[in-house]
């Protein structure tokens, strides 16, 4: 056998044993590099699935669909909003119901989606899909960080392909922004946590307190952090 060609395979030999292939990439870095596909895939799924034909009507709700209905309001973040966009006044059209001042940062999203794309169903509801998009983005970062990737990836599946959170995904509500505030506060703290820098202790703050401007009732996850803090 040629000494050259006897060497060359002795190093494909050796390199196989030790799970490194002729293009230089081992094992691990070939399943962190599928799981890397898988995660992108996945995301791409995601945002097919929240804006797919964004303006159907959620799942019908009866006594023979309880598990699979969804009783979710969606007025009280457009309500304000579209008063102002038609009728250049918060409160015109009826003076005895004012989610602005209960909710106002759903009033405010849902103003700058209406002065950009009109008023219609899909842009009531596409911010909040978006934001759901986003929160599953750091869902996803907050777990890499404590348990790896694979984990973390199959964390998000499962909060992200729960029922109950894919209808509000695609509606209008003000808990997508709820869950979006409550996984940056925590994306924060985490990183207070391994840095100590003070910056990220005021922004885990800032955003844990921002639940108190989509619903009065987000004081109940600033009590929670105080407490925890």
């Known amino acids: 056998m040629n000494p050259a060609l006897s060497i060359g395979l002795g190093y494909y030999r050796k390199e196989r044993k030790s799970g490194v292939n002729i293009l230089g990439f081992n094992k691990a870095q070939k399943a962190t590099g599928i799981v890397k ?8 799924y995601l945002l097919f699935s929240r804006f797919f034909y964004l303006h159907a009507d959620l799942p019908k709700s009866d006594i023979y669909s309880a598990y699979w209905s969804c009783n979710i309001e969606e007025k009280a973040g457009a309500y304000n909003a579209r008063n102002k966009i038609l009728f250049g006044d918060w409160d015109s059209g009826g003076v005895n119901y004012q989610p602005m001042v209960m909710m106002p ?12 794309f009109g008023v219609s169903l899909f842009s009531l509801r596409a911010p909040y899909a978006l934001i759901s998009i986003l929160a599953f983005l750091i869902f996803f970062l907050l777990l890499k960080k404590e348990c790896g990737r694979l984990f973390a990836f199959c964390g998000t599946i499962l909060f ?3 029922h109950l959170i894919t209808c509000l995904n695609r509606s209008a509500t003000a808990e997508n922004i709820f869950i979006l505030l409550m996984v940056t506060a925590m994306f924060f703290y985490q ?9 990220y202790l005021f922004l885990f703050g800032l955003f844990s307190a921002l ?6 009732n987000g004081i109940n996850f600033v009590i929670i952090t105080l407490s925890y803090v």
């Open 105 to 116: 940062l759903s009033n405010l999203i849902s103003l700058l989606s209406f002065s950009l």
């Open 37 to 44: 596909v898988l995660i992108l895939i996945y995301f791409m």
């Open 191 to 199: 990183k207070f946590l391994r840095t100590k820098q003070d910056i």
């Open 160 to 162: 992200s392909s729960i």
């Open 211 to 216: 639940n108190l401007s989509v619903k009065l």
